[in-house]
């Protein structure tokens, strides 16, 4: 009995130095590391247990293992490399002041891609302007046609979709579509499987499995993209359905959103991505046809993709990169807001430079508990100048931010730690005076029909709604 409670205390001690050195070598801040070395070492066998299903960062390895089970063979990509290379932009050419230049050097150097200029941009409001033009682009496609949403529904805005792509097919369109495993499930029938019936090629991003058993809740492709014959594309943060129908007063869950119809060099980075999305997925590689698009505008255009098998968080650097290069205002339009502690303290140290910070949220958001986690710490951005506003409903999902109007970003992220830390994202960077402008007064016109927010209204909360939302700001890495 001796030798069992000698065995016992070795390996539990063992066990409690081997999670703390996990811990100590794995986690990213002092505080962290600290917190789990402490628990790991005071409480033998229970602190490891704990650590293990708690504080192991299971998502970017999963992640990585993912992509290298994807990538047994090399995808060849060099003639969209060149391509893009005779399109590409010397950011010192934009005649931008020196503070601008820094944000689209800093992003050359997370994104390894060029700027490219000569792209034209679109805005369209809400699926009334979004979806004709979509569709008129599945119509006009003549060689192929790549999709990749989080959410098709099988509303009847969906059923277009899916009977034009159909259509397509029948015309001889090599047509393919991505959806996100769990994305789909949103509609009680399946979009995918009425797709493949209709004899469309449908990949489905990390579906949830039994056997197997894979239910990836974490790595989700938020990616919206619609590219027609490499010459068209479509991004933003509109899924597709009836929701996004906002002139619809009687549907009670419509939603405001905003969407892009892209042409010029800008495409090629896009459809490149898709390509990429797609091998992830199957395995198999679409053969490359680059054909640089002619080039349509004055937009110098960069994509930046991001997500969880990245060895940096590339979106969340150029946001913060972005944020400090500031020097006159900063405007934000996201549905989802919950920053991570240094892009907080950005936006404040904007504010305290004078820079004239903005943000524009829901003011009655359709997840609830976001709202909750973020009013734990909109106070503390309010005490140090930052302007926040609550638009009224209906629930406004656009994405948007503008620097200084000479500088924007457009595409599928919200400002909150699902998007950059947890999901597969796209974001569209964009130099261009008039288009910047236009975003600007967008989102100028949902401040003016917003309410402002102030601090006492924060201080001035009841104690179970503190604790409400001091418990919901608790999980917001996972939120």
Request: glycine share 6%; charged share 20%.
């Amino acid at each position: 009995m001796g030798l069992i409670n000698w065995a016992s205390i070795t390996f539990s001690i063992l066990l409690s130095v081997t999670t703390a050195g996990h811990a100590l070598f794995n986690k990213r801040t002092p505080s962290s590391a600290l917190g789990w070395v402490a628990v790991c070492l005071v409480f033998p066998l229970l602190g490891p247990v704990f650590y293990f299903f708690f504080g192991v960062n299971r998502v970017q390895t999963r992640a990585r293992k993912l992509e290298d089970q994807h990538q047994a063979f090399q995808l060849d990509l060099r003639e969209y490399s060149h391509a893009v290379g005779l399109a590409a932009i010397n950011p010192s050419d934009l005649g931008l002041a020196n503070a601008h230049l820094q944000i689209a050097r800093i992003s050359e150097k997370v994104t390894g891609l060029p700027l490219v200029g000569g792209n034209r941009i679109d805005p369209l409001h809400n699926g009334e302007i979004a979806y004709p033009a979509m569709l008129e682009a599945i119509a006009s496609a003549r060689k192929r046609l790549f999709l990749t949403t989080y959410i098709l529904d099988t509303t009847a805005t969906g059923r277009q979709f899916i009977d034009a792509l159909a259509d397509a097919v029948n015309r001889g369109v090599d047509v393919r579509v991505i959806i996100d495993g769990i994305g789909e499930l949103h509609s009680l029938t399946r979009a995918g499987a009425k797709l493949i019936k209709k004899g469309v090629r449908v990949a489905r991003f990390l579906p949830p499995r039994l056997i197997p058993p894979a239910i990836h809740i974490n790595l989700r492709n938020h990616r919206k993209l619609l590219i027609a014959d490499g010459q068209l594309a479509f991004t933003g943060g509109m899924n597709i359905g009836d929701r996004h129908l906002a002139d619809n007063i009687e549907n009670p869950s419509r939603v405001i959103d905003i969407h892009f119809r892209l042409t010029g060099p800008i495409v090629m980075q896009l459809e490149r991505t898709f390509i990429e999305d797609w091998a992830f997925c199957t395995g198999e590689q679409i053969i490359p046809l680059p054909c640089l698009p002619v080039k349509q505008g004055s937009a110098v255009c960069r994509a930046i993709l991001d997500g969880p098998n990245e060895d940096i968080n590339k979106l969340a650097t150029i946001l913060i990169g972005a944020i400090s290069s500031a020097r006159e205002r900063i405007l934000i339009l996201t549905p989802y807001f919950l920053p991570s502690t240094e892009m907080e303290s950005v936006l404040k140290i904007a504010a305290l430079r004078g820079v004239d910070v903005r943000i524009v949220l829901p003011g009655k958001n359709n997840l609830p508990f976001i709202q909750w986690a973020a009013n734990r710490m909109l106070p503390y951005l309010l005490a140090r100048g930052v302007k926040i506003y609550f638009h009224p409903p209906p629930f406004v999902h656009s994405k948007l931010l503008v620097i200084d109007d000479v500088y924007a970003q457009i595409g599928s992220a919200n400002m909150d730690p699902r998007s950059l830390r947890l999901n597969f994202e796209l974001v569209v960077e964009i130099f261009d005076t008039h288009l910047v402008q236009a975003l600007a007064d967008h989102i100028s016109e949902k401040i003016i029909n917003a309410s402002e927010a102030n601090t006492d209204a924060f201080v001035n909360r009841s104690f179970p709604a503190k604790i409400r939302d001091a418990l919901a700001w608790l999980f917001s890495p996972y939120l």
